[in-house]
């Protein structure tokens, strides 16, 4: 449903902190759609444990036959690679066309390649 | 390139921003302050319909209607991940739903009087809401488009299953035609105002658009919503309570008549016939489940703590 609750006038800016003291960890659910394919990311969650986890995936993430199975990750896991350095990272490899096929002319009367 | 200018690229080239990246204090705060209240909405609507589940008619209409409201909790998940992501907790959010400092949708501070109304919320409130949220599967916080292109694909069978219960009543004796145009004279100008206030009268649209977090204006997307209805009630032999609507062969659009604006500020401000009863029971509703969170927790600890030990063994 929908729900961009207008401001009311007068209505206080809340500063939304994180207060992380109470709740469960975070969980990130892969879900494999069929056999043969990936696990893919579907979202996260909440959950004590990881069987409490899997359980609460399997409702939230495959009411409808989205999956055959799921793994589920602890968030604090996850080391990921850092946006400032995106340019550092990544730019080097777009100046190198060549390790893409296309990059390479064969002529039509060799047929398919 | 300073975080400004890598931002504005990023809105300007139509990709998404996403948790990590540098964003303005305004966007973050916007985009909370959405999401939550979408995620709220999605949460406290699981009441009105819930409200029916041991009154539906059939097993078959129960088992529906729970597997819906077991959707809108799903929902509310998504929603409240994609607010996670940058940089709230769960708890911090639903303490400010339950204290009553973040809002949710008006729409559900109505009251479900008759099994058709379950019907008219399905096919109007969801339909106005698949309206608003196709637009924002381009929003351009990436977190916030996935949770919606999930969402949409959900909403569209509380659509149709909402249309397909007004139909069967609307084929059905003359008294369930009547409960069904009840149901519709009663819903169909809430659900108009679900889109929020003109566009003259929100002060916040303009910020929203150029950061391109919200796609299509309120009246327009209202507008669509006029034009998609209108036919679909026809074809249910019911009539739009507004004598003033009517097919604008210029405009190619529908006229209609004016938004009762006092009411919608008013049940925005809490007055709404629902308001408390809505706040009370989501309240009660979490004060009565604390016992579940703790043998949950208590469960995972005893759990791990049988683990080491068998390590240990």
Redesign the interface.
């Known amino acids: 449903m929908s729900y961009d609750v207008p401001q009311i006038p007068g209505e206080e800016e809340l500063e939304v902190a994180a207060s992380d003291t109470r709740q469960w960890p975070m969980w990130e659910v892969f879900v494999r759609q069929r056999r043969g394919l990936s696990h893919v990311h579907a979202g996260s969650l909440h959950a004590p444990d990881a069987e409490s986890a899997l359980q609460n995936a399997r409702d939230v993430y495959t009411r409808r036959a989205e999956g055959v199975s799921i793994w589920v990750v602890p968030s604090s896991a996850i080391t990921a690679t850092d946006p400032d350095d995106v340019d550092a990272m990544f730019d080097p490899f777009d100046e190198q066309p060549y390790r893409h096929a296309t990059y390479y002319e064969i002529p039509d009367e060799v047929g398919k390649m | 390139m300073t975080g400004q200018e890598r931002f504005d690229a990023v809105i300007d080239a139509d990709e998404k921003i996403?948790p990590?990246?540098?964003m303005p204090d305004g966007y973050r705060?916007t985009l909370?302050?959405?999401i939550?209240?979408?995620a709220h909405?999605?949460v406290i609507?699981m009441q009105p319909e819930g409200n029916w589940i041991t009154r539906a008619p059939s097993l078959k209409r129960k088992a529906i209607l729970m597997?819906k409201v077991?959707?809108?909790a799903?929902?509310g998940?998504?929603l409240y991940?994609a607010a996670?992501t940058l940089?709230?907790?769960?708890?911090?959010?639903v303490d400010?739903l339950h204290t009553g400092?973040?809002?949710?949708?008006?729409?559900f501070n109505y009251p479900t009087l008759n099994w058709a109304d379950i019907g008219a919320i399905g096919w109007l409130?969801?339909g106005?809401?698949i309206t608003?949220?196709v637009a924002?599967t381009r929003t351009s916080f990436g977190p916030y488009s996935?949770?919606m292109v999930?969402i949409c694909k959900?909403?569209s069978f509380h659509q149709r299953q909402g249309y397909e219960l007004l139909l069967t009543l609307c084929r059905g004796s003359e008294e369930q035609r009547a409960m069904a145009q009840d149901a519709v004279n009663r819903w169909w100008w809430p659900s108009l105002m679900?889109f929020?206030?003109s566009d003259n009268d929100?002060?916040?649209t303009a910020q929203s658009m150029a950061w391109k977090v919200?796609r299509v204006t309120?009246d327009d997307l209202r507008q669509q919503f006029v034009d998609m209805t209108v036919p679909q009630c026809e074809f249910l032999g019911l009539t739009v309570p507004d004598p003033d609507l009517e097919w604008n062969e210029e405009r190619g659009h529908y006229d209609f008549g004016a938004i009762d604006w006092a009411e919608f500020?008013n049940v925005?401000?809490g007055n709404g016939p629902m308001n408390r009863e809505r706040m009370a029971h989501k309240n009660r509703a979490w004060d009565e489940g604390e016992w579940v969170r703790q043998a949950?927790?208590a469960?995972?600890?005893k759990?791990?703590a049988r683990r080491l030990e068998q390590k240990s063994a």
Not at chain 2, 87 to 93: N, P, V
Not at chain 2, 101 to 107: E, H, L, P, T, V
């Open positions: 996403e990590t990246d540098w705060k909370i302050r959405q939550a209240q979408h909405s999605e609507g597997a077991q959707d809108e799903g929902h998940l998504y991940s996670e940089g709230t907790s769960r708890d911090e959010l400010l400092r973040q809002k949710y949708s008006s729409i409130v969801d106005a809401a608003n949220q924002l996935r949770a999930r959900e909403e679900m929020g206030p929100s002060p916040h919200k309120n500020w925005v401000k949950a927790t469960h995972a600890a759990q791990a």
